[in-house]
């Protein structure tokens, strides 16, 4: 799956959430996961992929990454809730 996409990241249900952009989702899931790299996912232990957006290009996914940092926590979770409402980890799905 190497294509743009904007994703949520979190530590539990309703918890911490992390949102980022990526030209590669599983790769970056997987860093987020292992803790490979330092920053505000690692020492917030965000590990779950809750929600992921795929797009066309890589500016309309960094624009969309733009939006959803400036929104509100509810937004984020309206997000979330709409197509995750149990919270399950999405990574395994990028697989099948």
Known sequence: MKEPCVYLMANKRNGTLYAGVTSNLPK?????????VSGFSKSYGCKLLVWFEVHETMESA???EKQIKAGSRSKKLALIEAV???WKDLYG???E
Not at 28 to 36: F, T
């Open 62 to 64: 960094i624009v969309r």
């Open 84 to 86: 995750n409402p149990k």
């Open 28 to 36: 970056r899931v997987y860093e987020h996961r292992e803790g490979l």
């Open 93 to 95: 799905s990028l697989f």
